[in-house]
Nanobody, 117 residues
Framework: QVQVVESGGGLVQAGGSLGLSCAVS????????MGWFRQAPGKEREFVAR????????YYADSVKGRFTISRDNAKNTVYLQMNNLEPGDTAVYYC??????????WGQGTQVTVSS
């Protein structure tokens, strides 16, 4: 099994920055990549960014490209999401998830990010 725990959410004004962390433990060898997702009230969960666990290859949703940066520290088994120039539309619960070769099988409990205008 794999455990995923997010932290770092909070309240920030528009234009501000916030960093999220995702601590991963357990059978990490089963993980191919880590992703960040978010879900705003009344909306479906959407993909934000992902990074491969070994090579560090990154990919972003168009809505956050140029503002968000995903990174990982393999020594600490931690994935980060640095969010800059935040907008009210970024308000959501942010989830970290571990993907095996077949699916996003491991999910955290989520952390709330609120951006005030």
């Amino acid at each position: 099994q794999v455990q995923v725990v997010e932290s770092g959410g909070g309240l920030v004004q528009a234009g501000g920055s916030l960093g999220l962390s995702c601590a991963v433990s357990g059978r990490i060898s089963t993980i191919y990549l880590m992703g960040w997702f978010r879900q705003a009230p009344g909306k479906e969960r959407e993909f934000v960014a992902r990074i491969t666990w070994s090579g560090g290859s990154e990919y972003y949703a168009d809505s956050v490209k140029g503002r968000f940066t995903i990174s990982r520290d393999n020594a600490k088994n931690t994935v980060y999401l640095q969010m800059n120039n935040l907008e009210p539309g970024d308000t959501a619960v942010y989830y970290c998830a571990g993907r095996t070769l077949s699916s996003y099988a491991y999910w955290g409990q989520g952390t709330q990010v609120t951006v005030s205008s």
